[in-house]
């Protein structure tokens, strides 16, 4: 086991968590989705937030935590 990977996976999973709650429960204090939906729609800014902040740290940090896991090193 690789702790410094696992403990960077378990930061961007919970990143990850941390902003899809947000977009559902307080959207309006996350200020990137804002400036998102003013600059691309509300639609598409809605989806390049949720690809950006929520889906790539959620795969990123479970990649990461398999790879500590396993005892690689990526940091």
């Known amino acids: 086991m690789n702790t410094t990977t696992l403990i ?20 309006q204090k996350l200020s990137k989705l804002q400036a998102l939906k003013q600059l691309f729609g509300e639609q598409t800014g809605n989806r390049i937030h949720l690809f950006a902040y929520s889906l790539i740290p959620l795969a990123a940090g479970a990649l990461f935590l398999l790879a500590g896991m396993k005892g690689v090193s990526l940091f």
């Open 8 to 27: 960077v996976g378990i930061a961007v999973l919970f990143f990850g968590l941390y902003t899809t709650y947000f977009r559902y429960v307080h959207p």
